[in-house]
């Protein structure tokens, strides 16, 4: 049985009940390598699909899966008697197709359709590069890449489709040292020739190796920068705090805040549907919203909330295209980015700490009070310059009180899962230390 059949089937059946019903069909392909201390330990290359069928009736929720076209009868019946267990007095909905999409061009398989043996040659050719320098004790490389096709209809008349994916890959090393220093660099695109993996395999060893001798330093209030990755990092707060669905049940700290100043005038953020670095972009979120670009934080003010149907009808809002399954979140958080470069950001600074790794954010950052208290790694920056690797303390403070203390922006913009972001420069942060 093809897509079409089933989806045929499923409606006749939605018909005859008397329901509307929504189909979710997605197919992911996914080919990943590992290469560790100079043997592949690790080697997938596998596809699958799946199937989510949604029954709506007297605007309560039934849903049901399968990963085959094989019965669709059960699973309409399946999802059809779900909604018997709904507890939930909320009124859910289903979009009918209209508006605007944005023109947001499919992935072409770029990285699927090269030959295994140069996708291979990624992860070998940064594995080769770890391993240059004896100081480096142990050694990791992956590459991998994967390509998601989504189709979405419904009964009230929608039917889309898109396709989207990339490559990824990352190296780690671990450095000698009286305790062993490790680091990890990645590269992620859409296209194959953007991925450079001797660059990456050689930034993962410089960094291990600049972490030799790394100690502690006083505790104290510091200027610190954030770097890209691990700003990125730490932002994943904000997304939690933006959800409409949990300002609406009281786990946000910006309910209420809208219009309100909340970070330094320096930072601006925008969810965006497509941006040229990150391999996530899609024209409709899986309501079949159309998505579009919204500005969440202007020079300081918070201006929106992100929305699915069931929030947005609650606040009379228009949706806003940030439904994905049952939660609600961006696509790319974007920060707008800044005319300091990175060493620019390093003159800037002048004395104080570049953190460049942080730990512990599931258990030590609290998105509804905002607060974290995080194990770090750093370098010490004096006359604006890296001076030693710095171990063994704790950064600590509160998120949104931390975003009013951003004093300069980078413009060293990457792409991570999600979020994209350059540096930023923290005029004051806690930091404790062991000295």
Sequence with gaps: MTFNEFKDKIFA?????????????????????RYQNGTMDQYTDAGKFKITVQ???????????????DAPEKVFEDAL????????????????????????????????????KQRLSYVERAHEEVRKSPEILNDMAVYGDQMSEVKLVNTLGLDLS???????????????????RSAVEFA????????????????????????????????????????NDVFSDILSLLISMISAENAQKNLSPLKGKLNEVIASENFTVKDLPYHPLSINYTPFDTQ?????EKVVIDRGTFKTF????????????????NAVGSSIQPINLCVEPGNLDFNGLLERLSDGLVIIEVEGMHSGAN???????????????????????????????????????????????????????????????DIAGNV
């Design 306 to 321: 992100l929305h699915n149907l069931k929030t947005a009808k609650k606040d009379g809002v228009e949706p806003t295209g």
């Design 55 to 69: 029954v709506l009736k007297d605007g309560k929720l039934g849903t049901s899966y399968t990963e085959t076209f």
């Design 367 to 429: 998105p509804i009070s905002g607060n974290f208290s995080l194990g770090a790694k750093a370098f010490r920056v004096e006359n604006g310059k890296i001076t030693h690797g710095v171990e063994q303390i704790t950064i600590s403070g509160n998120f949104l009180e931390m975003l009013k203390k951003i004093e300069a922006v980078g413009s060293d913009t990457r792409a991570f899962m999600g979020i994209v972001t350059p540096s930023v420069l923290i005029s004051e942060l």
């Design 188 to 227: 992620l695109s859409k296209r194959p020739e953007e991925i450079d993996p001797v660059h990456v395999g050689r930034k993962a060893r410089e960094e291990a190796l600049a972490l030799v001798g790394s100690k502690s330093v006083k505790s104290g209030k510091y200027r610190v920068i954030l770097r």
């Design 81 to 116: 008697e779900n909604i018997s267990i709904v507890d939930s007095e909320d009124i859910e909905y289903f979009y009918d197709g209209s508006g605007k999409y944005p023109d947001i061009k499919p992935y072409d398989g770029a990285f699927e359709n090269l030959p295994v």
């Design 162 to 180: 898109h396709t989207y994916g990339g490559g990824f890959m990352y190296a780690m090393a671990v450095a000698k040292d009286a305790s062993p």
């Design 13 to 33: 059946l939605a018909k005859k009940n008397g329901v509307d019903v929504q189909i979710n069909y997605s197919k992911n392909r996914n080919f990943q390598v």
């Design 288 to 292: 079949g919203v159309p998505t579009r």
